[in-house]
């Protein structure tokens, strides 16, 4: 295996090749690397702080909505998938299964949890009497393992990182509640804290996860004008309550079957970080999420009193709560400004002699590289500040992308013309499967979401009458 050259960070020109720039950033800045079983990947510290920072987010808002945390097996009794017919249509090409234990042939094989609705289900059964013990809410932080043909680090691998929540429910209209609620706690999550504007919808029949009544996605725009799936909440109705008898006694006196959802969002979200922000320097990290928000660099290090300065000055940022660090190594100042641009810490502060003597530092921003000084004496509140503007201004940037790049189309022809130059594309559609299959034979475009409340006269495919409004892109 070839060794990492720290002096070489040549990245890919984003406009002319994004899927190498891709590779070369998530590489460089060392977020992940290739396991030695295809498809899998290692997500390195500097990648997993991301993940922690997004699973800190994350699991305050699950828990604010009234969630608990548990942990289920990741081996699941292959007849289990088998019991909701569509789930095991959709799931079985991609399982792994555990056929040999302790070097003896197993009874029955065992399943790698590719996701864990029959696990929840079959312990649901068991754990649910009466009305009393409703609703569930249920989520858990976990692996889970799909086997992928093509991989990319973060957007498509074997194995990933997630939540999954899983709630049962005494009605219908509960049950769609809380699979909008939790729709609804991502989009939030998306845009206030990643930064990410997206586009929220129901998906059609032919886009909704296996075993689902209606799966409601969360879909964001990328620099090269692609969706990512970022996130889904689905309404499983009664299909999995059925399958798995999670019946409860009503406050009738009869037992009824449950409603249920689930909803999960995976390590994918930093794929679409980097998608979303970044830029040819190399990643662009949103404040909220990024490991280090503040780089002090010291500029003539050597100097008497620079390094004390930045400690110093390291500590007191620290101390007001700014994930701050000090770059001491030996390396050039030139040096350090590059490495930590192309790993899209938010704000770098550069402090030497001059500025000590004049109690001030130099703040650059990552997003404009825009320079400004501020006073020593208040350098909390202007990191502070420095940091929720990037953050916003962020949001502000991917916002404008996403509004300039939808385009609307009547024919085929255009959709495709529209794909092609990076946008995504709104169009009626009459609800048939075979005009989404058409449309995504000639344009490689999928249906995203189904567009609320937006009419169209007709089908962009086959011209009947339009039921519907779709938002259309290529995707990852
Ligand atoms: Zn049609």
Redesign the pocket.
Known sequence: MAKENQFVNQIADIETDFPRWYTDVVTKTKLVDYGPVKGTMVIRPYGYAIWENIQKELDARIKATGHQNAYFPLLIPYSYMTREAEHVEGFAPEVAVVTVGGGEKLAEPLVIRPTSETIFGEMYSKWLQSYRDLPILINQWANVMRWEKTTRPFLRTSEFLWQEGHTAHATEEEAMEETMKMLGVYKEFAENCLAIPVFTGRKTEKEKFAGAVATFGMEAMMHDGKSLQAGTSHYLGQNFAKAFDIQFLDKDGTHKYAYTTSWGVSTRLIGALIMAHGDQRGLVLPPVVAPVQAIIVPIAAKKEGVLEAAAELKAKLVAAGVRADCDTTDNSPGWKFNEWEMKGVPVRIEIGPRDIEAGKMVLVRRDTHEKTEAPLADAADAVKKLLAEVQQNLFDMAKKRKEERIVTAETVEELLKGVEGGNFVKAG????R??EDKIKEQTAATARVIVEGEHAEK??????EAKEVVLFARAY
Do not use: I, L, P, T
């Open positions: 559609w009459c609800g048939c075979e005009c089908c962009v495919c086959c011209g009947k």
